[in-house]
């Protein structure tokens, strides 16, 4: 369950302020929004508590696993990933250009 606060003006013109509160099984939906044409790219839903919980432990049990992992077995895994990274470069580039309005030629440095 999450808490925030909306500051609406009430009809005499008063901000009065209202706590709404978002049940877990009714959460927010993201939109990830072109900044140029305004169009919707793409929407994502919100992770439960229980789902973000999950995640969390999964990352602390992989950063203890990768922490037991030896130094030219991370250099090696870090290579493949940059491989990968730079295989998908104008595809990464043309997102961000998409979802932040930089150019296409700046992502692609960033993914460089």
Known sequence: MYHF???K????????RTTHTIL?????????VNPTTGETINTYEEMAPAEVA?????AHDA??????????ARAQ???QAAQILR????AYATLM???????VKDGRAEVE
């Open 5 to 7: 606060d909306i500051k």
């Open 9 to 16: 003006k009430n009809e005499e013109g008063r901000v009065p």
């Open 24 to 32: 877990e099984e009714h959460p927010m939906t993201i939109r990830a």
């Open 54 to 58: 999950r995640t969390i432990a999964q």
């Open 63 to 72: 950063f203890f696993s990768w922490r037991q992992t030896s130094v030219a």
């Open 77 to 79: 895994r870090m290579q």
């Open 87 to 90: 295989g998908q470069a104008t």
């Open 97 to 103: 250009a998409q979802e932040m309005g930089k150019p």
